[in-house]
Structure formats: C-alpha cells, structure tokens
C-alpha cells in the first residue's frame, strides 16, 4: 500500500511546484476559479497565511486570513485543488512559529504582522 502512495506523490509532486514556496505570517494573493451557473471568473483572496497542514502530502491545505469589513474571514485552500489558479506572494512575514491562531483575537495593528528583512550579501 505504501509504495502505491508513494507512485500517486511523486505524479503529483509537479502540480505542487507551480506555486511558489510561501510560510505562515506571509501576505499573499490566491486567485481562486469560481463558476457561477455556466459562468467562470477568477476571484482574488488576499491574506495572511495562518497556517499549512500536511506539507509535502497530497493532502496539503493552507489557511488564509483576511480582515473584510472589520470582520475576520478565513478561507482553507487544498494546494492541489481545480480552483487554484495561482498564488502570489505579496510580503513575507517574520514569525517565530508555524500556527498564527493568536491573530484571531487580534484587531487593528495588534494584528499586523512584521516583514521580513531580506539581507543582500556580496
């Protein structure tokens, strides 16, 4: 059974490689296909990554957070789903763990979430 799950990851592993590699704390941009009746169109969800489940599985979700009206909205993405067009990355943040559920009780700019710094060497 094991080696029939492995077969399926590795069919799968290029579909996960088309989006770029994002973490919790980062802003992103999902562009999301939703049909209405015989209609299509692209939907744009930008947020806060608060968390990804089962990374580097078929199973892989990830959970966004976006403030809409004053009022919290969160969105859970499976990475392989249909309705994934693409993700952009806007910011990416610094946190110091994986699970950012204590935005939740936040508001306001007790909710922000510092930028990462990136260092140029030579």
Same mark, same amino acid.
């Given at each position: 059974? @094991?080696?029939?799950?492995?077969?399926?990851?590795?069919?799968?592993?290029?579909?996960?490689?088309?989006?770029? @590699?994002f973490?919790a704390?980062? !802003?992103?941009?999902?562009?999301?296909?939703? !049909?209405?009746?015989?209609?299509?169109?692209?939907?744009?969800?930008?947020g !806060?990554?608060?968390?990804?489940?089962?990374?580097?599985?078929?199973?892989?979700?990830? !959970?966004?957070?976006?403030? @809409?009206s004053?009022?919290?909205v969160?969105?859970?993405?499976?990475?392989?789903?249909? @309705?994934?067009?693409?993700?952009?990355?806007?910011?990416?943040?610094? *946190?110091?763990r994986?699970?950012?559920?204590?935005l939740?009780?936040?508001?306001?700019?007790?909710?922000r979430?510092?930028e990462?710094?990136? *260092?140029?060497?030579?």
């Amino acid at each position: 059974m @094991s080696e029939l799950l492995k077969v399926v990851e590795e069919e799968y592993k290029d579909v996960r490689s088309k989006f770029p @590699s994002f973490k919790a704390g980062d !802003t992103i941009n999902v562009h999301v296909r939703i !049909t209405e009746g015989n209609k299509e169109r692209i939907q744009q969800f930008q947020g !806060t990554v608060i968390q990804r489940k089962n990374v580097n599985s078929n199973g892989e979700t990830f !959970t966004v957070r976006k403030i @809409s009206s004053g009022i919290g909205v969160e969105r859970i993405f499976p990475i392989l789903g249909p @309705s994934l067009e693409k993700i952009e990355v806007l910011r990416k943040g610094r *946190v110091r763990r994986a699970r950012l559920y204590y935005l939740r009780g936040r508001q306001g700019k007790a909710a922000r979430v510092k930028e990462k710094i990136q *260092v140029k060497s030579n």
